[in-house]
């Protein structure tokens, strides 16, 4: 007995086998990398040096220390404690954000003006990004999800938010609490202990 296929089902197959191999195959790890990025990250922004768009999803999977930051407040030295946290924790998986703004009316400079004053003066090397305003309706949507998230928006410079590795909104701090600040270092290294 012998075996008879059909003329349509050998075509079909013939066209249909090779396509399939040839497809390109889409990485598995493409579609999950949307979901991989905490939607309290999926912002970009300038950054302050050059202007150029900084995807935030860059910093997933880090513990974030989000700060509103101006050149010419009295909180203006937190920048030295910043740096040193960052600089002390940056290797264990901790990011410090700055965010300059006006919105206070002790941040006029440029970005550029803002980027030298930040490097020249306190040795700044944590990432910055372009002046922006961080409380109200014309807040950033980042600083509008952290206030949403804390139910607290900056009521003056160097206020801080903490987000853990895994995207949660964790705490803020108001501009009062150093970067020095027991509590604050306490929670950063609790944050820093989790993967």
Known sequence: ??????????????????????????????APAAAACPAVLRY??????????????????????????????????????LEALYARYRDRGLVVLGFPSNDFAQEK?????????????????????????????????????LAAKTGRQPMWNFHKYLIARDGAVVAQYSSLTTPEDPELVGRIEQLLGKP
């Open 1 to 30: 007995m012998t075996l008879r296929i059909p003329f349509l089902v050998l075509i079909t197959l013939a066209f249909a086998i090779p396509a399939a191999a040839q497809s390109p195959a889409r990485p598995a790890s493409a």
């Open 44 to 81: 970009q922004f300038p950054r302050l040096q050059d202007e150029k768009p900084q995807a935030l999803c860059q910093y997933a999977g880090k513990v974030l220390l989000v700060v509103n930051t101006a050149s010419y407040c009295g909180f203006t030295p937190q920048y030295k404690g």
């Open 109 to 145: 400079n440029s970005n550029h003006e803002i980027a030298d004053f930040c490097e020249n003066t306190y040795g700044v090397k944590f990432p910055m990004f372009g002046k922006s305003s961080v409380r109200g309706a014309d807040a950033n949507p980042l600083f509008k999800e």
